[in-house]
Structures are given as C-alpha cells and as structure tokens.
C-alpha cells in the first residue's frame, strides 16, 4: 500500500469544498471545546476502522502530529492479523510512531470473570495507561462518535440511571480526547468515500449477540423512521442533559452537607433528615453512584426507608457495603477478605501477629478500670491457650456484674451498635468461654476473687 492510497490523498474538484468544510469543523470544535493543542503530544487509539482512519485522515491534514497505537485482541484470527498489517502501513504511510499490543484476550477475560468486551476494555486502557507514562503523552484520542452517544445513551436507559447516565460519552475526560462526537456515522463514512479512504471492517460489528450491535442495528433504524435526525437530536439533548446533571450535582452537594457526614472511614446518611427531602431518590443516586450502586439498589433502599422495620437491612456494590442503621444509613468500602479468621495465643510470652494490639502483663492487685481498654482477671494456670476471633451465631457470655448469660446478639443491640461495629468488635476467649468482648465488657467468671494467686492485665490499643 503506498502512502497516497492509505491516506487516500485523491482529491475531487466537487469534493474539495465539502472536505474544507468538514476540516474546518473539525478544527473550530477542537478550539471551541479546548481540547488540544499542537503543543500537546497525541496519541491515536487506532483500529483501522473508517471511523479511527477518517480522524487520523482528519488529524493529519489539520496539522496534528500523533503518534498511533493498536490492539490485537487475538480474537478473529487471520482478520485480527490483516488489521494490524493495515494499521502498520497507514502508520508508516504518515510517518507516525506505531505502537502495537497483543493481548490474549479470552484468558485475560477467564481468568478475571469478565466478559469479553469488558477483558478488552480494560486491557486497552490499561496498555495506554501504560504509553502515557513511558512516551508521557498528553492526550489518548478516541473515534467515538454521535452514533455511539446515541447507543450509549440507550444501553444506560435499558440498565436503568439517572440524569448522569443520560449524559452519554464525555467529550473530554482526563486524559481521553473524543473529538468526533459531533459527527454522525453517516458523515464519517461520507468523508471517507468522497476522499477515497481505505479502511477495514471489524466482521463482529454486525453480530447482533453484543447489545450495542443489536441496538446499532436493530433499534437505532427503527428510531430513525420516527426521526432521520436522531444522532443530532440526541446530540443537542446529551448537552441539555450535561447543564440539568451540573444543576443537579450542585444541589446534591449542598444537601451533602447537611444530611451526611464522613467519619471512621464510612459515610454517614442522617435517614430522618433524608426523609424531610422530596428528592430523596435523586439525592441517594447522587451520592451513591460513584458507589456504584445500582439504579434499582437505590430505588429499593428508598422504598425500605419508608417501612417502619428497615433496621439491619443492606445492599452490597462491587466496591462497597450499605447498611440501614436505626438513624443513619451507613455505607462503607469492602475490605479485603483475609484468610486467618482466628488467631492463637499460646502465652502472655509468646504473641502472634494480631490484628488488634495486645499486651498481656501479670500484675500484684486487681484494679477497676474505667476505661474500656483494659480489663484484670484471674490468672490461672489453665487459662492459655487463648483465641482471638470476630462473633458467631449463638455467642453468649456472663457480663461481669451479672448473675445470668447473655447473647451476645442482645448485648449488642443493648448497646445500639450497627452492624458495622458489631463486625468489628473482637472477641478473646479461651477454651472454655468467652473472657472479654474487648473494648466492651469482662466475663464475670475470670474475675479477681479473695481466692485468686495470679492476677493478668490485659490491654488493648
């Protein structure tokens, strides 16, 4: 392939006007929206298709230097191989850096329980990531356009959002640069025909299996019987919707303030206060979203708030855990599961590793501590080994200065803890029974008695 043919540098008389145009709007949407200078260092994500070849065409003619990065997913075969042999000599042809990845796409997306498009999306992203740190590009450019605003928008409908997911593809976010989402397909392919571009086609775009491909080819045509401008009334309505979400996001921080609070890690939802509200929903949206919770999860919770039993109930993300206390809702990050679940401690001499501090001392008296850190107990030979464990179901235990057992449930429900913190409390015990519910109260059988010989001081902090 010569340079004129990848380019496809041959002009018509007839179309030389509308290519200026087209170049003009290009240029004047890129000033107009700032989102790039020729000072910047660009790289293009290019698979070869009409849409990255007409922006590298684009680029290229407006006097944008970049540099042209592929991905070979491996998952077509021969036809993934022909892209990248194109996508080399369309780099080659301009005189562009070439950058190339292959990525085994299936394993990657077996191995992290993802689907397949999800795997490659992450392992493009992560490979530019990548570039951007050794080559220090400014800017990674994308050929979306208005048609995929449109399947955006329709995909997030169909899940189920709020007025952020309405807001379809951000033109400019952080390092991405989008700078044909002003353009229709239609358009795109024009240009490409009317300057004699050559470029691949990806055979798995019209397999109808993926649910944008059924919404490009099935639902999309149908709309635009209704409406043969929908890409440009879809367009007009994302900006609308990007001002209403600003409008929306400012409100929500105001309410932010004074309903929620953020301690201990978590966030705090003051439900009465949240009740007060008649946007409740949007609010919780607002604030739970980057939670990434789901539409119906909030929806759900907002019913539950309404009921007058709510307490205990819960909704898990993939990233974080909700719980409805009795005066707040509290939302926190899920922490990584460990595999020790209890910990051995063989003597006062001989601790392991713990997650909590522990200082075991043998004292000459028995003291009554005030504080919540520190219990003294009798000392008896048999009382080692001791365990160190989170609760189990049917935990009881005698509270020192009680008579009778007492679960462990009621104990905590006594002392109105979430269950957050009732996941939190530690337990130390020996063979035999419960010794302390650390940080809360001593077994009255471990007491210091007129009998005792050796008296521990344990404390933790």
Known sequence: MDKAAALGLCFTFAGINVDLQVLKKFEINILKSALFTKADKLLLAFSGGVDSVVLAHLLHNAGYAFDIAHCNFQLRGSEADEDTGFCKKFAEAINAEFHVAYFDTKTYASEHKLSTQMAARELRYNWFNGLINEFGFSYILTAHHANDNVETVLVNLIRGTGIKGLQGIPEKQNRIVRPLLYATKEEIRNYALKNKLNYREDSSNVEVKYKRNFIRHHIIPELKKLNPSIEETFHSSVQFFKQSAEIV??????????????????????????????????LLFEWLYNKNFKTNQIQQLSEILLSLKNTGKQFTSSTHRLVIDRNYIIVKALEKQTEV???????????????????????????????????????????????????????????????????????????????????????????????????YRMDDRCKVTENTEKILKITVG
């Not at 978590?266 to 009740?275: A, C, M, N, S």
């Not at 905590?412 to 009732?422: N, P, R």
């Open 249 to 282: 996001g400012q409100f929500a921080v105001l309410k932010f303030k004074e309903i929620c609070k953020q301690e201990n890690d978590g966030l705090f939802i003051d439900i009465k206060l949240l009740l007060n509200e008649p946007q409740k929903e949007t």
């Open 341 to 439: 679940s209890e910990y051995k401690i063989i003597s006062p001499f001989d601790i392991p590793h713990l997650p909590i501090q522990l200082k075991f001392e043998e004292v000459k008296e028995a003291s009554f501590s005030l504080y919540k850190n520190e219990i003294t107990i009798a000392f008896p030979e048999t009382l080692f080994p001791l365990t160190l464990r989170h609760r189990k179901q049917g935990d009881k235990f005698k509270p020192f200065g009680m008579k009778g057992f007492k679960k462990l449930s009621d104990f905590f429900k006594d002392k109105k803890l979430s269950l957050f913190e009732k996941e939190e409390v530690w337990i130390l015990e020996n063979k035999e029974y419960i010794i302390w519910v650390v940080g």
